[in-house]
């Protein structure tokens, strides 16, 4: 018979993220594996949604998005980074964060191009890139600080590499990229004329005195760069999948263009909950969002050295990779089991993060619970010494 699956379809099994949460739902444990973001969605985020409900905004948007988020979103940038994007033509609303990525290397990728990935990487990131036909190649990132050499960036150049993904703050190191490392990348990219996605979808969720630098900003990166975020963590809506793509107008229109082939539009309502809250809240609020989460990270943090799973304290997101060497096992799955069986409590296996054997020591756990949920989840941790 000739009727089977497609090549790509071993890139895009379930993921050991959603994995670790069904296995965590049976044992009714506490999921620290998928980065649901559980904390409270803002009161005006909610109204506006069900007053746009209310009011009979329920059709299809137009293909980029409406125009109440996409103007709240050209405000948005220029307040916290001082970047124009025009409303009417560099601004592409879709499907989450991972769905603008997914129509951003549709329009601007063709098979068998490659791209530049930092490794630990986000797995989405990878399985986009092959859905797309593209082969992701790989830039180490050493702990603790995750940084990485342009000699690394330069072996990772063949003339098939077309672009670079960019994820600052990273998921799941938490790695926040220096001016520096940001830099080098774009002289590396204007050097080898590529194309840079950003996935921002963190910028608010910093720590230590870190910095977000949209890559956007650097000399020669604005006409090349497609810079991706949402308010899904900002907000905790990740359930709504409203997302966002900027660029300039070159690329944008095809990027909403395969948006309304793909998803046809982000759920309309949710667009105006997301606009209603861009414009009502003010530097406060993401201000006190890094205050609240500093506290949630060191609560987990000192959780996991306490258990003798020394963790790789993260300067920004929401998640935390810890060695989980000593955990009995042989592999990053076996281990993340056996604390799951042991504790309650679910992590993802380092393994989910890494092309090859770069992960087998590590587990990574998402602070984005509410402080009772996080601190029994520690206490759970803890008592993996008894």
Known sequence: MNLRLSERQAWVLQSEIRNMSIECDRRGGINLSQGVCDTEVPAVVRRGAREA????????????????????IADKQRRFTGMAFDPEGEIVVSAGATGALYCACLALLNPGDEVIVFEPFYGYHISTLVAAGTTPVYVPLGPPDWSFSGEELERAWTPRV????????????GKVFTLEELHAI??????????????EIYEHFLY????????????????????????????????????????????????????DLVYVCAPAPLQIGVARGLDALGDDYYEDLARQYLVKRDMICRALADAGMPPLVPRGAYYVLADVSRLPGTTSKERAMFLLE???????????FYHDEGGEGL???????????LAEAADRLRTINE
């Open 53 to 72: 409900m209310d009011q009979g905004i329920n059709t299809y948007t137009r293909y980029d998005g409406l125009a109440e988020l996409r103007q709240a």
């Open 162 to 173: 077309r672009a670079i993904i960019v994820n600052t703050p990273a998921n799941p190191s």
């Open 363 to 373: 587990a990574r756990f998402c602070f984005a619970k509410d402080d009772p949920v």
């Open 342 to 352: 042991k504790t309650g409590v679910a992590a993802v296996p380092g393994s989910a």
């Open 186 to 199: 774009a002289a590396f990219a204007v050097q080898r004329d590529l194309f840079v996605f950003t996935d």
């Open 208 to 259: 230590d005195g870190s910095r977000h630098v949209p890559p956007a900003l650097l000399p020669g990166m604005r006409e090349r760069t497609i810079t991706i975020s949402g308010l899904s963590k900002t907000f905790s809506i990740t359930g709504w999948r409203v997302g966002y793509a900027l660029g300039d107008a070159r690329w944008m229109q095809t990027i909403g263009h395969f948006n």
